[in-house]
Nanobody, 125 residues
Framework: QVQLVESGGGLVQAGGSLRLSCAAS??????MGWFRQAPGKEREFVAA???????TYADSVKGRFTISRDNAKNTVYLQMNSLKPEDTAVYYC?????????????????????WGQGTQVTVSS
């Protein structure tokens, strides 16, 4: 069993930055992902980091967002720079305990076993 707690959301102007954190309790050998959900939209993939440290990003955030992890602290981070109003959403952290050779599966909501409660990110224009 894994419990995930996100923090770091807030209100920021367009062009600004935020860093989200996700603290995990329990087993630590998981690949971790960040997803987001805007009002009236489906939850969508943002970024993932595998246990070995490889990363993958949604095209919409490449070059602006960076996912990282501190295994000693069981914490995953999402550094978000050059934020845009369309980045406004509730951001969720998720844990995936399986290995997939194809990175596509790490972008799928249904492949994650545990989810945090979410943290709101609002970007004003």
């Amino acid at each position: 069993q894994v419990q995930l707690v996100e923090s770091g959301g807030g209100l920021v102007q367009a062009g600004g930055s935020l860093r989200l954190s996700c603290a995990a309790s329990g087993r630590s050998r998981y690949s971790m992902g960040w997803f987001r959900q805007a009002p009236g939209k489906e939850r969508e993939f943002v970024a993932a980091i595998y246990w070995a440290g490889d990363t993958t990003y949604a095209d919409s955030v490449k070059g602006r967002f960076t996912i990282s992890r501190d295994n000693a602290k069981n914490t995953v981070y999402l550094q978000m720079n050059s934020l845009k109003p369309e980045d406004t959403a509730v951001y969720y952290c998720a844990a995936n305990g399986k290995y997939y050779s194809n990175s596509y599966y790490y972008t799928r909501v249904e492949k994650y076993d545990y989810w945090g409660q979410g943290t709101q990110v609002t970007v004003s224009s």
